[in-house]
Each structure stands twice: as C-alpha cells, then as structure tokens.
C-alpha cells in the first residue's frame, strides 16, 4: 500500500463535495457540512448520532425525473411508463407517501412492506408484491387489498395464487393481475449477490430454459389469473444501459414467442431497476434522460423488427432515487493511531454505529465517501479507517480514507450516499439500537423514523 500519512493540499480543498455523490442541498459553508440550510452540528445535536439524513427535496426530484424522463422518452411510441419505487432500498410511510405524490407506485417485496404502503394510504392497484417465496398469508393480503400485481416467481407460486384467489371468493369474473419474473440470463450489476438475472440463483423463472414460457403459458390456462405481463430484474447498481437494452430485447422476444405460441399479446413489460448511483468522486452515476431514451429507441426497434406492437413499459428504481438523497451522521469517538506491518500509521477512527446501519462495506466490499462535517480540519491529512463500535474487526464503514489529521474525539463524520439499503438493511447487532431517519428540506427537519429505544429492544424479548 503506498498511502502517504500526510497529504499536501488541505484536505477541504482536496473533498470539495461531489454533487452527484452528495444529496443535491448539501454545501459546505466554512468548512462545515450543511444539508436544506442546516448545520450538521446542530442537526447532531439535536437527534443525536448516528442518524440518516434525507434531503426530501432531492428525493422528490429524483423521483420525479425518472418519471419525466420515461415519459417523455416514450410518450411518441404511444405507451405509457409506470415508475415503482422499489421500497427495499429504504420504506417509511412519508418516504412512500413522497413517492406517491411525484407520480410513482410503490414494489414491494414482503408483507411487511406492503404494510408500510398500505399505511401510507397507497391504494392497493398502485403496489407491486414481489417475493420468490411468499406465504400464503402474504398472496392473500395481496389479493385483499387489490394489489395492481402479483410478480409471480416460480411455476408452485401459480397454483398458490390461484388456492388463495379461490379461497377469497376470486374467479374468472375478477382475476387477480400477476406477472411472471424471468431471468434472462443478462449478468450485470455490483456484486455477486445483488446480480438477479444469471442463471444459477434463486429469482425468477428461466428464458433460456424455457420454464418462463411455461409459467406464462400456465397463467393463461387460469382464468382466476389475468396475466398482465413479464418482469426482469437483471441487478443493482449497474453503470452500463446496454445490459438494459439487451434485457429489453429479450423480453421482447419472449412476449412474441409467447404470442405466437398462444394468441396472447402481454400488455405490458415491468424491466425492474438497478440504475447505478455513484458513491465515490470516480463513479458515474447512470445517466437517467439518455437511459430511458436509449431503451425508447431499443425497444421501438425491437418491436419493429418483431412485427409486434411496443408494450406499456414499468421499471423499479429504488437506489437512484434514494440513496444519494440521505447521508449517515456519526459521533467520532476513540481515535487511534495504528502502525502498520507495512511501517506506516494508519488512524482507526470509531465512530458511534457501524455494521449494524450499514452492512454493505462487509457484505459486498462497497466502497462510500466521507469527510468531516462539523468543520474544516487540520490542512494535513491522515490515512484513517473509519470503523463502527461493533464486535468484529471487519466492522469497517470505510477501509482506506484521509480524514483531517486533527480528526478527535466529538467531531462528526458524514457518509454519503446511504439512503438505499442501509437503513433498510440495519440490524440491532450488539443489541445497538437503530438509528432514526430525519427528513430535512427548507432549514426544517422532521423525524420520520423515531430512533429505537431500549424499550423497542425489550418488546420482544419474553423473559
Ligand atoms: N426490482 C426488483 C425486483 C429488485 O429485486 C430490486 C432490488 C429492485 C427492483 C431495485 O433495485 P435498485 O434500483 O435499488 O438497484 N442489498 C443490495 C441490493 C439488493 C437489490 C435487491 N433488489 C445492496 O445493498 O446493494
């Protein structure tokens, strides 16, 4: 490793923010970090540490330019786009109730998280239930509240729909909408584990294997069931839009083959999310408008060729839309200087969360960008790892950074980009209590998940 234990130029020189890693309110006014006008500092003060902030107003624009940018790349091909915030990435009732209001629908992937939705006061046709192994308390719900779709992900599921439909009194009269997830065989994406459209994994039914086709065509011999399309989800976090446009030229195939076979034109394509952010200055994010206009061309093309007409499209963002719109705010505490096997020091710096709010640097390597908030610092920087209070020598939030040599005791360090699938993935690992997340927008911030307490902790302990 060849980091210098000093640099030259001051470090708040050398990490001016990144706006397209940092949310869009965020500034640095001398020195300190400030998100919708306010300090980080008093925001800390005030809700304590580690807390999320989200910048509502980039939320809502990020929303609405997926919206926008769909619609107006496909609005001349006559179809509409139906834009569902994947609530995996991170749900609350205002988040979705946010979401609602900028024209999305909200995915869904557990009972659970169609009860956020439902308490948001979503109408039940504007949700997606996902899942590749829903209970049967989880389809009932579902066809209960009128879910607008069932994404069905295996050939069992079908028969269980069609128990539950019946069981609810639904039939022919009254089919329940669903869809088939397929994987189409397009590996792309971060890492191995968030990659949904290979072959070799647990979602989704397969084109190449012909069960896709299958699975369609079974849906059709249901009359309890109104199929209204096919779903492919190829991954997170993908930089690269020709992985899309080859996943739509698939499915495109898939819904004429489907058509030819059985007379059955699907009305519509759902092609999931997985639109890459940037967390890092040297990332990309993916470029929204030119995505939705190059999968308007692809898809136009695809169809002509076809000899078919061009299907109502969905996708599912939920990373692009949330997660460069919050930020972690952590205490500094124990800061420690480490001489390395390789002779130089690096600085642990702990910090009062870790693992338990943002898993993703030990499950999938992620990489994030942080800086002091709550002032300048020292000019000369120092190689850190920024490390949480968990017990586990991997519960590393960012491996290799220069802080302010300076950084002590009492000061803040701000993460940025964890609105996706930090929160949503946090543990009470230690028995740490979760942190709460804090909307932020206009110089007011307003709680919009109370922080855990130790009594949440003991609620479901039985003694
Ligand atoms: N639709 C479906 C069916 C999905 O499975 C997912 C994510 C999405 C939409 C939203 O994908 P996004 O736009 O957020 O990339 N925990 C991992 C990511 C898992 C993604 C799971 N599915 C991570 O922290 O990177």
Redesign the pocket.
């Known amino acids: 490793m060849t980091f210098p234990v000093t640099a030259d130029a001051p470090v708040s020189e050398r990490e001016a923010l990144s706006a397209h890693v940092w949310p869009a309110t965020a500034r640095l006014v001398d020195g300190e970090l400030h998100v919708a006008g306010l300090p980080v500092s008093e925001l800390a003060g005030e809700h304590g540490t580690p807390t999320f902030f989200l910048d509502e107003q980039d939320f809502r624009e990020r929303a609405k330019r997926f919206v926008s940018a769909f619609r107006q790349a496909f609005s001349p091909l006559g179809v509409e786009v139906d834009v569902y915030y994947?609530g995996?990435?991170f749900l609350s009732v205002a988040v979705a109730r946010w979401a609602h209001e900028e024209g999305l629908r909200i995915?869904t992937?557990s009972g659970g998280e169609l009860a956020v939705a439902e308490r948001a006061g979503i109408a039940g046709e504007d949700i997606g239930l996902?899942g590749n192994n829903k209970s049967d308390a989880e389809i009932r719900r579902a066809i209960s509240g009128r879910v607008g779709r069932i994404?069905i992900d295996s050939l069992d599921e079908i028969e269980q729909i069609v128990a539950c439909a019946t069981s609810l009194g639904r039939g022919a009269q009254d089919p329940v909408p669903v869809m088939v997830?397929v994987t189409t065989g397009i590996h792309a994406?971060?890492?191995d584990?968030?990659a949904?459209a290979r072959e070799d994994q647990k979602?989704g039914l397969s084109l190449a294997g012909g069960t896709a086709l299958e699975a369609l065509s079974r849906v059709l011999d249901h009359p309890e069931l109104h199929l209204l399309g096919a779903?492919a989800?190829i991954?997170?976090?993908?930089q690269d839009a020709t992985a899309f446009e080859l996943n739509a030229r698939k499915m495109l195939t898939l819904r004429a083959d489907l058509h030819a076979q059985r007379d059955y034109l699907m009305p519509e394509l759902d092609l999931?999310?997985?639109?890459g952010i940037a967390y890092t200055p040297s990332e990309t994010p993916i470029d929204v408008p030119d995505l939705a206009q190059r999968l308007a061309d692809t898809i136009a093309g695809v169809a002509k060729e076809l000899n078919t007409s061009v299907p109502r499209l969905s996708i599912?963002?939920?990373?692009?839309v949330v997660g460069p719109a919050m930020i972690t705010v952590y205490r500094v505490g124990v800061v420690k200087p480490v001489v390395t096997e390789e002779g130089f020091t690096r600085l642990y710096v702990s910090v009062d969360g870790g693992m338990s709010d943002n898993i993703?640097p030990a499950?999938?390597g992620?990489q994030y960008t942080a800086r002091l908030a709550n002032r300048a610092g020292d000019s000369a920087g120092a190689l850190a790892r920024v490390v949480g209070k968990h017990c586990e020598s991997g519960d590393i939030i960012l491996d290799e950074v220069i802080m302010p040599a300076d950084i002590r005791r009492g000061d803040l360090i701000a993460v940025a980009a964890t609105g996706?699938?930090n929160r949503s993935?946090a543990s009470n690992y230690n028995n740490l209590l979760r942190p709460p997340v804090v909307a932020v927008r206009d110089g007011v911030a307003r709680v919009i998940v109370r922080r855990e307490t130790e009594d949440d902790l003991l609620a479901t302990d039985c003694g």
């Not at 999931?272 to 639109?275: A, T």
């Open positions: 994947a995996k990435s995915d992937a996902h994404v997830r994406g971060g890492h584990f968030i949904t979602f779903h989800h991954g997170s976090q993908i999931g999310g997985g639109y599912e963002p939920g990373r692009s993703r499950l999938y992620a996706a699938y993935m």
